[in-house]
């Protein structure tokens, strides 16, 4: 599984790299700082590093002592142990690059509650206080990165001398492989899957662990928990508590499935997770904001309601993928592609990528509920200061880049068949407007274009169904990925062609030319043209689209 390809420039790639390695955790404890003892303000951290510049720095930064890595290892020791023995259902995961199917114990949701119940019980009975992790919360970051860093050289060796499988590999450059990592699913022993261990019960474990530690620690500080402070206390833990009853979907998603364990998954899940992804609550506890019972509900539901799409986009995949498209999404028979693929080994596969319900609205839509339900639980923060926020605009960053690569590898995998889904999102945004495509702010009527699309889709559905079943792609999918890969990059939100390539076939460039000559802005401003004319030049666009791509559009299967 060498893969020596990075998905932007290699300047691009080294350069974020080395400074991700270099200034991450720097990061981690100058927002720690400015969280806790700098009022949450950036200018007052700014104003104290100008005055006492590295020295300064060297002196807030905490040192990981005896307490910090004694509750490190416990909490560390407890989820491995949960991990290993709580009983769950044996669940497969997606098949890997090189044609294995790893293995899982879903116990994900029973080691949440236990760990819960344990923490609070912990508290209650006078055993531990939580509020001793807040008060040691720098020093268990530092402890966090100094381990997670080591941890990430035990991975880059075992991945070396004593990989668990064939889903791993060098590409021959080690900063690349430190940080992406050579293993897709290192195992210790048999049973022990090292990623689940890091991403869920490590990483998002620790989130909802340090969630209900911020809460606790306002209440001993204050005798009273804070409205702001309960809505994002219970928008943390509805999210968490999604994430472990999903735990198994989560790995078949792109962290277990496709991202090897290197620094950027399994450091980010140890440190990045448990000091950035909480940190709106970390703000919170010395800044408990009265919102009033009815902000207080409008923000919780807000909230509510982003998490449960977000979930919902998840749960209509897998169950489509579970059931072999055999479900309904949203009361119907779901669309859908039958897609095939090669493995490396040059095995033919198929999948099958939905294309209606969420999945027909857009191809990452699931990102932004995402988005919205981590602004909702910062939002009680009010707007006095900008750091709680640093998460909502990582996310995003994180989210952008990841839909990116998502696609770039979709491509890669699917070739022409992730190109017709591409297409078929443009007829799906026509049923969700209602058959109202809107350019520029101007709305075209394009209903009667889209019945007959749709009957047309219905046809052409078919055969490429067959196709694909019956026949292997002439030419394999990687040239074809090639294409797609420069195809979905011309279009930008308008409509126009944002950038052409050295690699477009001479079929592509002559359908960029007639798309250009068709000006897609004067079709929707052009006044004095009829309503008739217009359809019909909107009719010979969509034409084009499909046969510039030798491939039927797909309809509902
Ligand atoms: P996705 O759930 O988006 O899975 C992507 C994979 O799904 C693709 O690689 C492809 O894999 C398959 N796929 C793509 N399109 C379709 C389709 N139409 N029908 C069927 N399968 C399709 O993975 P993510 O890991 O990005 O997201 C999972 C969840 O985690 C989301 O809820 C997301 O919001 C959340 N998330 C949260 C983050 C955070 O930091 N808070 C970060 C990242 C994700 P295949 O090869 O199997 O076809």
Redesign the pocket.
Known sequence: MAEAKTVHSPLVTYVSMLSLLTLCPPFVVLLWYTMVHADGSISQTWEYLKQHGLQGFIQIYPKPTAIAWKIVFCYAAFEAALQLLLPGKRVEG?ISPTGNRPVYKANGIAAYIVSLVAYLALWWFNIFNPTTVYDHLGEIFSALIVGSFIFCIFLYIKGHVAPSSTDSGSSGNIIIDFYWGMELYPRIGKNFDIKVFTNCRFGMMSWAILAVTYCIKQYEQNGRIADSMLVNTILMLVYVTKFFWWEAG?W????I??DRAGFYICWGCLVWVPSI?TSPGMYLVNHPVNLGTQLAVCILVAGLLCIYI??D??RQ?QE??RTNGKCLVWGKAPSKIVASYTTTAGETKT?????SGW?GLA??F??VP?ILG?FFWTVPALFNNFLPYFYVIF?TI??FD?SKR?DD??RT??GKYWKV?YTDRMSAFDNVVGGKLKLKGKALDVKSGSIKKKKKHKKQYDQISQVTENEKLEGGSEDLSADANEESDKFNGEGKIAHYDDHLTPAERRYIEQRESLDVQRLAKTANKSHRDRLQEFNQYLANLSEHYDIPKVGPG
């Open positions: 997606p989560y078949s998603t792109m962290d499935a496709h992804y977000n979930y986009c998840d995949r489509f993928r999948s099958l990528l939905l294309t999945w191809r990452h699931h990102y995402e981590a996310l994180l989210l990841r998502d590898r979709c995998k699917y889904y």
